[in-house]
């Protein structure tokens, strides 16, 4: 992932589609998972932190999607984490996946800091906030 | 499918879930494709007309989930159409998956019918809307 | 599934495909590991039970699958539990899947029972053996 | 992918896992069509040109593959692809999936170039034949 603007080239492989010859839809969520775990390493934090509970999870509690255009297997697709909007444990980051010029799927995914022990949410760690505060600054909130 | 009151009975498999012990939360929405599949059948339609375009395919345009309880391997779910919404060539079907008394996931789906040489929302074929309608005098519409 | 003769009735569904219009290779083992799942509730066991460690998990060693007949969404598979092979600590399960009178795909999946904690191999628990056992005593052995 | 030894560092993600805390099994095989595609981009070919039947389509007729040791998710992974065996139609590609020194997984696919239309089998295209040799001749062939 560009360390600048939080965007990442892909290639659409046989995988990620159906029989309609597109892009089955819920892939675009096991790629924001992937570009997701790219943007913790980012920052200094990983998945597996969150696992072996060095670092609170954060579980997802929404998420949406935008299909705009047809996307199929070959196509080459921008993604950019487009926005941030920052809670107290909840944090959602919004992404677009762009082929061409155009804004093809875009994508919302809000997770929420937990105590996996209480199964409660918690403020969201320290160091985690200010990496959300700086990706913020970069790619501005969200509307 | 039950056919009166739109509900399916599920037990959450290895397949769905992630090392964090609980749904990828992906799955959800390969869950809803089957669940959609089931209910065209139901109404007489299958995919397989809309894949032949002997029906008129409807893409998805939008999804969206909430996840208000961690579901696990193992555990046994009740899916339930609960919701329709119907416009001119696009309609959303809205699932809640429950885990005894609780609703643990709920999903709204968006699809548009489209002529595929085109690539142009058409409107819904008049046998279509007519289920769609029995449907929802079963479910109600969506707030 | 089916107590007597292990078989599950099937309908291929969008998300097992690819764009290739047919079934996605790698989802033969999804399917393999939900009727896997239901073969060991009909014996008494369950995955949970696997997770929690009430009883030894046993692992992928091994898996193989030949393709005989492209299958499509829509069409309608008969799964059937076609041999076992049984170790000390591994067991191999054979399935095939026919499309009307013919084999369309068999498929077959090595286990091994281990301890979590050392990572060996331990001897398959004994109500596991008789279970295998009396699945062999229906199903054959493997050739 | 490395043009030279034909390897690929890969990052084991979340959505490559199960609630057993490892890669659920049928993911390498996704990952292998990845590594598959990736491969034939070195060579000059591409997946879409199958799709567009511009380039014999190859669907797999057979695959395996042997887990050694857990991986887990945040795992890093060298894939390499270490043996090509080819025929007058079919090709098969070995891969290893190395964990630091060992070897953790390894796959074979066999895929056979076929005519869409008369749904048979067909001579490899001779370009694609070269490609396969010349791959050949730097991972050597199977055993």
Redesign the interface.
């Known amino acids: 992932m560009n360390p600048t603007d939080f965007t990442e080239r892909l290639?659409v492989?046989?995988?990620h589609?159906?029989?309609?010859?597109?892009v089955?839809?819920?892939?675009v969520?096991?790629i924001e998972?992937?570009l997701f775990?790219r943007w913790l390493e980012l920052g200094g934090f990983?998945?597996?932190d969150?696992?072996d509970r060095k670092l609170a999870?954060t579980?997802?509690?929404?998420?949406?999607?935008?299909?705009?255009l047809?996307v199929?297997?070959?196509d080459k697709l921008v993604a950019q984490l487009a926005g941030v909007e920052i809670g107290r444990s909840g944090y959602t980051l919004a992404w677009t996946f762009s082929l061409g010029a155009e804004a093809a799927i875009s994508v919302r995914?809000k997770r929420v800091a937990i105590d996996p022990r209480a199964?409660e949410s918690v403020d969201l760690p320290e160091a985690f906030r200010q990496w959300l505060l700086e990706t913020q600054s970069r790619t501005g909130g969200l509307s």
Chains 1, 2, 3, 4 share one sequence.
């Open positions: 290639v492989r046989l995988p589609t159906d029989a309609a010859g597109v089955f839809y819920p892939k969520f096991e998972q992937e775990e990983s998945l597996r969150m696992l999870p579980p997802i509690v929404r998420c949406e999607a935008d299909y705009r047809p199929r297997a070959g995914v199964g």
